[in-house]
């Protein structure tokens, strides 16, 4: 798999300042006795072109915290910006507009749609924001991914890697504002895994493309450029240039390993 080439610089209109914020994010689910606190005042930036895991023990918040950014949970309270767009002020019609034309997804399980060729689920949220996909990149995108022979196969006749080939495709191809990974190798094994971490690490410093991935897993939280460590609901630590040793020594004391 070889990396990208070089692009022209991305038109970018949009504010400076952090791609993804969380302000004071306190997240709880439901009431009285009975209330979990999943999110107990979190406040977090996530630079531009910056690759950032989020990691921490079991019921952590790490997961509730990227539904919360990626705008597919609400907030209790606090804020969550996305370019500078809050997103605890949106309608559901505007929120929605948001995830599809400025966020990205990859998720563990795929999440594509069975019915669809490999090159539908590709152009798929684009043909959603009434968009036409960039010829170039496209073909630039597919080819570095390895999915040319594949795009007319449906998900039923892809490997759970070229699955989530398509998946990476699918969220790269709009270059969005930035791209929420859920655990993004939970499905794949070792070698494939680090092929799609490498095409992320390679968007990132190829494209200036922002991610923000939830991982269990210290070799997968080495490809990026920073780690944050959540448990009980509250950020306790992060490693900027992570080793797999690192971090998993710092899970250990947080009882996450």
């Known amino acids: 798999m070889t990396g990208f080439a070089p692009s022209p610089p991305l038109r970018d209109p949009r504010p400076p300042g952090p791609a993804v914020a969380a ?23 996530f630079v531009r072109g910056g690759f950032t895991a989020i990691m921490g023990p079991s019921g952590s918040g790490k997961s509730t915290l990227m539904h919360c950014l990626a705008g ?32 990205g997804f990859v998720f563990q399980s795929f999440n594509l749609v069975p019915t669809l060729t490999a090159e539908q689920n590709i152009l798929f949220p684009l043909e959603l924001a009434g968009r036409k996909p960039e010829k170039p990149w496209f073909d630039q995108v597919v080819d570095v991914l390895g999915l040319r022979e594949r795009l007319g196969h449906r998900p039923s006749e892809l490997s759970g890697g070229q699955q989530q080939r398509v998946a990476c495709a699918r969220a790269l191809l709009s270059r969005p504002e930035v791209i929420f990974a859920d655990e993004p190798t939970g499905n794949l ?63 250990k004391r947080l009882g996450g390993a």
């Open 23 to 45: 302000v004071d994010v306190v997240k709880t689910y439901g009431r009285g006795d009975a209330a979990v606190h999943a999110l107990r005042g979190v406040g977090v930036e």
């Open 72 to 103: 597919l949970d609400t907030v209790t309270s606090g804020s969550v910006l996305i370019g500078g767009t809050d997103l605890t002020g949106l309608d559901d019609r505007r929120l929605t507009l948001l995830r599809r034309e400025r966020v």
């Open 189 to 251: 094994d070792s070698v494939t895994g680090r092929e799609v971490l490498g095409l992320l690490r390679r968007s990132v410093r190829d494209l200036g493309q922002t991610i923000v991935m939830v991982t269990h897993d210290p070799v997968a939280a080495s490809f990026a450029d920073r780690v944050v460590f959540l448990r009980d609901g509250l950020i306790v630590d992060e490693q900027t240039g992570p080793t797999p040793d690192a971090v998993l020594d710092r899970l």
